[in-house]
């Protein structure tokens, strides 16, 4: 398209505005107008649902670390507290009589 035609469509358009048959033209491509609208919505919908998604994902990285570093926390309890020599040091330090198991438990049942 040259450059005269592309001034041609711009007066065109303008005169049809300004004798409101816009409408009349308009008309014609009501789909493919209606079809534009919906693409741009569906993207702007994508758009915030993606957005939400990668917030919550940086919100739960967040609270998964802190878990971890709880969780290594207590492991290093519950392995410091339930190692045998420890707690033989302390039952002695205690002055009880109780000693590691010998034996398995035995489940009694009712």
């Known amino acids: ?3 005269k035609g592309i ?39 994508l758009s915030l649902k993606v957005d939400r998604t990668l917030t919550r994902l940086e919100e739960n990285k967040s609270v998964l670390k802190d878990l971890e570093i709880y969780h290594a926390e207590k492991e290093a309890d519950l392995v410091r507290l339930h190692s045998a020599s420890t707690t033989a040091k302390r039952l002695k330090q205690l002055g009880s009589d109780v000693t590691l198991p010998g034996q398995p438990a035995i489940k009694i049942d009712k």
């Open 7 to 45: 001034g041609r469509s711009i007066r065109n358009f303008w005169r049809t505005l300004g004798k409101g048959e816009i409408l009349l033209v308009i008309g014609k491509y009501y789909m493919h107008i209606l079809y534009l609208f919906v693409l741009a919505w569906i993207s702007i919908l």
């Open 1 to 3: 398209m040259s450059l």
